[in-house]
């Protein structure tokens, strides 16, 4: 059963005062809001009422001044369907929506009168969609009413009288239907019927698709595959005189028409690689000047308008009203198997922003606890791709990076400063842009490819923390921690197709080998690697585990370093310790490790013949002194060589006490007697 539809929820809508939309006000509605604003509001005539739409708009106007366009919209919060078919009553409305399950209003037109009745349904989201997303929504509404909704429903900016004129109060009628929202059932996919087509009201509905699953699934998603794809061009003539109606031969293929057929197929498949590969092949087989088919493809504007319908439209154009549907209804889409020959012509070379690590337009996620150095080799990594220098030896391609600083934006702040400083490098020299702060990336998705854009794009995204944006109630839910997830996904879709990274906290009770996201395998599933973190002896160890695609690449390591700079000063003038991370080599992590170990025996040594020993007394026994202050113990180092023992169960608390497990004695005993002990 799906979710119910929650009466306080709150979405957005926008109110025009007159068709001019000159100006615009946005507000904060529950649906019963709605209904009662459709209920209550009134004029004296039609064109005195305000307009609305479920939407958020920008402030580009047109050429006359109007905000109410369909460039302008930034993100749709829910659908209109209009009915002026003036035969159907509102109450078989009411009752389909009922029997879906789907929540709604229902509310008649001000020119709705009982013998010719007009209406309007609107269906709320459960959260903010991007425009492109309004029309398989609508798809499934139209579903829902058998296939009634007028063409102009589909128009992004279309927005409605809301409300009903004075001399036709009586007559008006507002209905709420319970049930869940638009967007979360899927199930409605089935049913869907799209956008009539031509003169008549027809219905793009797939059960009249016959028994291709295929073409079912094509026409009810919107959306083209390779093999779908592969099947349109195969059937399209490449040369005028291979027209197959010579008196009604167009003018194919001029370039205009070819550029507009190359923005279909790219809106269409989410501007995949596959397709790219087939349109540039088509292209270059083409008989006609279609030249550098590459260079139209790569420089395509970030916002796509056409998608679908243009590759319908195009294709009809050439075979004839309803041959596009025919096309798939027919099994016509080409064999379910290729050659191996075909098959290889599909492969997209790997472009890595780090090398064998990050490639673009792949999101990955980046696992470590707490203090275990993600941070810092976060910023390492903006640093490196910003400056193009090797990553712990690695290759980089210099590119600018947008980091998404969340969780703790002072902390990146100051790290930053530390970081560029040690490396003798102005922040204001560097291409990273930082967005301070959390927002929700689903409704800010707009703003962000705008700001994408004004940037001239972005080649790395890092996003610190993921936690920090979450927007469901529970990272244990497969279901919430897969949208958050594929929220992430949509970044890798903006200006410069970026690499993705998302600073991720770890499942319960994490050890080095098990370094998974926390929710379950949903995250996981949902993205092209899990790059890790995990720190030891002032080592981390950054590695990858549970899914990479690609190669592999082997463990790197890096030093955790205390830095101190002028720059960092607190309101009393004390300097403020920052963490970097600079790559070592295996020598040098070797080195690392075995002063760890010798810290880790003195430490255990000294806790066995100390019963009850404070960390400061410990650590000056052991002449344990932070640098710089005279005298003062450092208790840090003392504390993280025993968490060392502890997780090596050599040492536990007993009374808030550190104590030498039976274990740690057997070390001891053992080095005592000169068996394999220590070290």
């Known amino acids: 059963m799906m979710p119910a539809f929650a009466l306080d929820h709150r979405f957005a809508v926008t109110i025009f005062t007159d068709w001019g939309a000159r100006t615009k006000e946005e507000r904060l509605v529950t649906i019963e809001d709605l209904a009662e604003m459709q209920r209550t509001w009134h004029a004296r005539s039609k064109a005195a009422l305000p307009w609305i739409k479920l939407a958020t708009f920008g402030n580009i106007t047109t050429t006359k001044g109007s905000l109410r366009h369909d460039k302008n919209v930034l993100t749709v919060t829910g659908v209109e369907g209009d009915y002026d078919g003036e035969q159907i009553d509102p109450k078989e409305a009411v009752e389909n929506l009922t029997r879906a399950g789907l929540a709604a209003i229902v509310s008649t037109s001000p020119s709705h009168t009982p013998l010719k009745p007009r209406w309007r349904v609107i269906a709320p989201f459960s959260r903010s969609l991007e425009p492109w997303q309004r029309d398989g929504m609508l798809d499934r509404l139209n579903g829902v009413l058998e296939g009634v909704l007028s063409a102009e429903s589909w128009s ?275 291409s990273v842009f930082f967005a301070p702060g959390t927002c929700n990336i689903e409704t800010a998705g707009a703003t962000i490819k705008a700001e994408a854009e004004r940037l001239k794009g972005f080649d790395f995204v890092i996003i610190d923390t993921g936690p920090a944006f979450f927007l469901g109630d529970d990272d244990n839910s497969n279901a919430q921690m897969g949208a958050h997830a594929r929220m992430f996904r949509s970044l890798t879709t903006i200006e410069g197709r970026p690499c993705v990274i998302v600073l991720m906290h770890p499942v319960k009770n994490p050890s080095a080998d098990n370094l998974l996201p926390r929710g379950g395998g949903a995250f996981l599933a949902e993205v092209d690697g899990n790059l890790t973190a995990w720190l030891t002896a002032d080592v981390v160890l950054f590695h990858w ?28 003038g004390r300097l403020i310790p920052s963490v970097l991370c600079q790559a070592i080599d295996e020598q040098r992590a070797a080195q690392k490790a075995e002063i760890a170990e010798r810290d880790e025996d003195l430490v255990l040594a000294c806790l066995n013949g100390n019963k009850g020993i404070s960390l400061a007394n410990m650590a000056r026994k052991l002449g344990w002194f932070l640098e710089g202050v005279a005298a003062k113990p450092n208790t840090g180092h003392v504390r993280r060589a025993l968490k060392r023992l502890e997780a090596a169960k050599l040492v536990t608390t007993r009374r808030n006490k550190w104590v030498v497990t039976a274990a740690g004695k057997s070390m001891i005993s053992g080095e005592e007697n000169g068996e394999n002990g220590f070290g």
Request: aromatic content about 12%; hydrophobic content about 40%; some cysteine.
């Open 156 to 430: 992004k900016s279309q927005s409605y009288y809301c409300g009903h004129i004075d001399d036709r109060a009586d007559t008006h009628e507002t209905y709420v239907v319970a049930g869940a929202a638009l967007d979360t059932m899927a199930n409605l996919d089935a049913g869907a019927i799209a956008k009539p087509v031509g003169d008549k009201k027809r219905q793009h509905h797939p059960k009249a698709l016959g028994s291709s699953s295929l073409g079912l699934d094509l026409f009810t998603r919107r959306l083209l595959g390779e093999r779908e794809l592969r099947a349109i061009l195969n059937a399209l003539p490449n040369s005028p005189n291979n027209f197959p109606d010579t008196t009604r031969r167009p003018a194919w293929m001029d370039r205009p028409v070819w550029i507009e057929f190359a923005l279909a197929i790219a809106g269409s498949t989410g501007r995949a690689p596959w397709a790219r590969n087939l349109f540039v092949e088509w292209s270059a087989n083409f008989d006609g000047d279609l030249t550098e088919p590459e260079r139209v493809w790569d420089t395509m504007p970030d916002e796509i308008k056409a998608g679908f319908s243009t590759v319908v439209r195009i294709y009809e154009n050439w075979h004839g009203q309803d041959s596009f549907r025919a096309l798939f209804d027919t099994g016509k889409s080409g064999p379910m198997f290729q050659s191996s020959g075909d098959f290889v012509k599909g492969f997209v070379p790997p472009e890595y922003i780090i090398e064998g690590i990050a490639q673009r337009r792949f999101c990955y996620s980046f696992t470590a606890p707490t203090g275990h150095g993600k941070t810092a080799v976060a910023l390492f990594m903006a640093f490196v791709v910003a400056t193009g220098t090797p990553f712990a030896g690695l290759e980089t391609e210099q590119g600018r990076v947008g980091y998404f600083a969340g969780e703790n934006p002072e902390d990146i702040r100051a790290r930053w400063i530390a970081l560029c400083e040690s490396q003798k490098t102005s922040p204001e020299g560097l």
């Open 545 to 572: 585990a549970g899914k990479l695609r690609g190669p592999g690449f082997e463990p790197l390591s890096f030093e955790l370093i205390p830095y101190k700079t002028d720059l960092l000063k607190d309101a009393k």
